[in-house]
């Protein structure tokens, strides 16, 4: 039995294996990245308690996070493809170092307003360069794209879990030492990345000296872009974006209705279970469905995220939350690694970041706009109506890809 399980556990971490050093890189960048940008979720505790904000100018404050992340996200993927991705990043990293030292200096509610707005856009825009140069060190085989996408997804996962553990253990020492210590990390990391780009600067140069000088050249594969998917990816990524942003809204406040005795403690564990799956499964689960057709498993991961929500209508006990939380993780897998595979591929070469960064741009307007809407018709219509709602757009998304999915 002992030897039986030693061989499971190393035939899991071979799915991690056999990509390239820079790769790895940049599965380091991501993880770091996530663990300093998890201190955004305690920026209202910072405004309030240290700065001596009200509720409603913390709040709108924060906001500003969402629209810097819309004009990142687009911003990060239309630089990398004038510049090599690995230096946007670089400079992405960079400018959050330097956001956290400016809260040790500022105030008033326009500065702070500013500085996560310029926060939103420099994490959202490092996440769009990163997935970029990290792709650009793997083949061009299917298996190790989406390996790489699902490694990413994971290391974004653990960082936040794990900077939510190291938030709760240094918080008595004080915000200002936190902005301190991630100022300093962030600005190691920006050089470390600035580095690590310089050998993919250098031979995109030499491709370019060689295709000039040289009579016989090797082309890289084109994608041709088909507008048509796109349009599916992205309406879909949005609609689900709406899903996904009740998490941090009307669904914590749904949970507390009606298990009002566990409160707290029952959307702690389901926030806890969606994370150990996302980092336990999302790599095994990804390497599962590699083989089936990415548009058709785009529509079936929106369809598990739907049905997961959908679900909780019927949530009698407490055990079939945790299966609607299972079932919606499972589709979250699915989802996201599929549909950002499918941008990148049915982008063409020289336009792959444009294509990621409207992934990123869309995605984050879905997160902004879908707090607002999900809070206003649950106050009006209950929990009830949304979570209809959600099965409504699982189900379309699946019925879109299946028609969509000859384009694959």
């Keep these: 039995m002992q030897n039986h399980l030693i061989y499971l556990i190393k035939i899991y971490f071979l799915k991690y294996r056999g990509l390239s050093r820079l790769c790895y890189f940049g599965f380091i960048f991501s993880l770091f990245e996530s663990i300093f940008i998890g201190i955004y979720y305690y920026l209202p505790i910072y405004f309030i308690d240290f700065v001596h ?12 996070y969402g629209i810097g992340a819309i004009l990142g996200g687009f911003a990060g993927g239309k630089l990398s493809d004038a510049w090599a991705p690995g230096i946007v990043s670089a400079v992405c990293l960079f400018l959050q170092g330097i956001v956290y030292l400016v809260f040790l200096k500022i105030q008033a509610i326009i500065f702070l307003m500013i500085n996560v707005f310029v926060l939103g856009i420099v994490s959202y825009g490092f996440i769009t360069a990163n997935h970029l140069f990290t792709l650009s060190y793997s083949s061009d085989s299917d298996n190790e794209r989406l390996k790489v996408i699902n490694i990413l997804s994971m290391t974004s996962n653990l960082g936040l879990g794990l900077s939510a553990i190291i938030m709760g253990e240094i918080y008595e020492i004080g915000f200002h030492y936190i902005f301190l210590l991630a100022g300093f990390i962030l600005f190691i990391l920006s050089f470390v990345s600035f580095i690590s780009c310089r ?30 998917v ?29 298990y009002p005795e566990q409160g707290i403690k ?35 991961g929106g369809f598990f995220i739907g049905c997961g929500m959908f679900i909780l209508i019927f949530a009698s006990s407490f055990i079939m939350v945790v299966l609607a939380c299972v079932v919606y993780t499972i589709g979250e897998i699915i989802f996201f690694s599929m549909a950002q595979y499918v941008c990148y591929q049915n982008s063409s070469s020289n336009k792959r970041g444009t ?17 607002a809407i999900g809070a206003a018709t649950y106050a ?10 959600s099965g409504i757009i699982g189900v379309s998304c699946l019925i879109s890809a299946n028609y969509f999915k000859k384009f694959n």
């Design 53 to 64: 904000l009200d509720l409603t100018s913390s709040g709108l404050i924060i906001s500003c």
């Design 230 to 258: 796109a349009v599916l990816i992205l309406s879909s990524v949005f609609f689900i974006g709406l899903i996904i942003s009740q998490l941090s809204t009307t669904y914590s406040t749904y949970i507390r209705e009606i």
């Design 266 to 300: 029952a959307i702690t564990i389901l926030f806890a279970l969606n994370s150990l799956m996302v980092v336990v499964l999302g790599v095994p689960l990804g390497d599962c469905i590699k083989k089936f057709n990415k548009i058709m498993m785009v529509g079936i």
């Design 199 to 228: 050998s993919h600067s250098l031979e995109n140069f030499s491709g370019v000296y060689n295709k000039k000088f040289t009579v016989k050249t090797t082309k890289l594969p084109t994608h041709k872009a088909n507008h048509q």
């Design 380 to 389: 009006k219509y209950g929990g009830e109506c949304i979570w209809i709602v």
């Design 355 to 371: 294509s990621l960064g409207l992934y990123r741009m869309v995605y984050a307007s879905s997160r902004v706009i879908g707090p």
